[in-house]
């Protein structure tokens, strides 16, 4: 018998993937005491059970850590068989190197408190950066979603009467590469077509730019792994709309979303906004959302 159980977040994800699955939904036991300590510990039997923690870290992240700690923990030694980690998305990924002086890489000391714990592998989605797996010594896996975007879009191009030939994908920077290149193969071989940040002078402010005649008269697609605030997207829609892109549509694995972001996605003109539901959260209904489940049952 295996057992899936869930911490404190991705609880609709949890529930459906037990029922297809036919596995038992476990429980969790929480409690908070009065000094501000908590305890969390599994309210089900799982001695000899092949055990699966599914756990996003996105709202109240440090609690949500340690919780999940403690969940390992208990899980472990209450007997489990094996212990599979299910990250769907890994908070503090977009601190993987220092960028001013004196920063931490908060990223690398978030995986090694995590390698402390006891489980068997971890298994994750669309890393912001891939010197990430390098911070883990526990195997770790990093799967694209490139399959259900791919799938996503090929509905909606054939739904919008929209010919491959006269869209690119767009990587919003140089980071997003890969992803990109990813999409335009399954695709069936998109131009792909990257922004450049540059610094004019070195106290100058970053600004985005990109070659206009690759994407004039052209439905642009831009691909990302999180999106936050949404201000690198409003640039960017911003950018390509002045050279003359007929449509902007966005595509993101993670939707963090914060800072009233879909509005001002919406204010740039962002035609069509798709995310995963790596993070379970309440989304706004003109946002599409695709459901990681069926990436999650391969794992399984």
């Not at 000391?109 to 950066?129: P, Q, R």
């Not at 799938?151 to 909606?156: A, E, L, M, P, S």
Request: net charge neutral; proline share 3%; with cysteine.
């Amino acid at each position: 018998m295996s057992t899936i159980i869930f911490s404190r977040s991705n609880k609709k994800l949890a529930a459906e993937l037990a029922d297809s699955l036919h596995y038992e939904l476990g429980r969790i036991y929480t409690k908070h005491f009065a000094d501000g300590e908590i305890m969390v510990k599994s309210g089900s039997d799982v001695k000899g059970k092949d055990v699966v923690i599914i756990q996003s870290t996105s709202k109240d992240v440090q609690e949500e850590l340690f919780s999940l700690l403690l969940l390992l923990d208990s899980v472990k030694r209450s007997g489990a068989r094996s212990i599979k980690l299910v990250m769907p998305y890994f908070a503090y990924s977009r601190q993987e190197r220092v960028s001013w002086t004196n920063e931490p890489v908060s990223c690398e000391v978030v995986a090694k408190i995590i390698d402390t714990a006891d489980f068997d592998n971890l298994f994750t989605f669309d890393l912001h950066h891939p010197i990430i797996e390098t911070f883990f010594k526990h195997p770790i896996y990093n799967l694209p979603t490139t399959q259900i975007f791919c799938q996503y879009y090929q509905n909606y191009f054939s739904s919008h009467k929209i010919n491959h030939k006269d869209v690119v994908i767009i990587s919003p920077d140089h980071g997003s590469n890969t992803r990109a290149n990813m999409l335009s193969k399954a695709l069936g071989g998109i131009d792909v077509v990257i922004m450049d940040k540059v610094r004019p002078t070195p106290n100058a402010a970053e600004h985005l730019e990109i070659d206009g005649q690759k994407v004039q008269g052209k439905t642009c697609l831009i691909i990302d792994d999180i999106i936050d605030t949404g201000g690198t997207i409003v640039s960017a829609a911003n950018l390509l709309y002045s050279h003359g892109a007929t449509s902007v549509l966005v595509g993101a694995s993670h939707a963090v979303l914060s800072n009233h972001a879909y509005s001002k996605l919406k204010a740039a003109k962002v035609v069509d906004l798709v995310v995963t539901n790596s993070i379970e959260k309440k989304i706004n209904k003109n946002i599409n959302v695709i459901d990681i489940k069926p990436l999650v049952e391969d794992i399984i």
